[in-house]
């Protein structure tokens, strides 16, 4: 009891195509002047209580993790775009 089958543990490769605005969150990241890195961009997440490292925003740029949907309004504010831009 209590373990996880092998098969019902989520998988990176499941992931792929879940993530429809990694590529775009980091155009518009890197288009900003100055650049915003992703540490700024962690910074400026958790000023709006949303708590993403920069390794968890990489992984959301590289589509290999999904975004929460409070996760991508903290993400357009932070870049000062409309939630549409994202996409």
Known sequence: M??????VMKKT???RGRNLIGGK??????????????????GR???RGV?????????IENEKRY?????LK???DALR?????LF
């Open 2 to 7: 209590g373990e996880i089958h092998p098969l």
């Open 13 to 15: 490769a499941e992931i």
């Open 25 to 42: 969150l980091r155009k518009l990241r890197l288009a900003k002047t100055p650049e915003i890195t992703l540490e700024d961009l962690a």
């Open 45 to 47: 997440l958790a000023a």
């Open 74 to 76: 903290a993400l357009a």
């Open 81 to 85: 775009v409309n939630v549409a831009d």
């Open 67 to 71: 975004v929460l949907d409070y996760e």
């Open 51 to 59: 708590h993403l490292d920069r390794s968890a925003i990489g992984r």
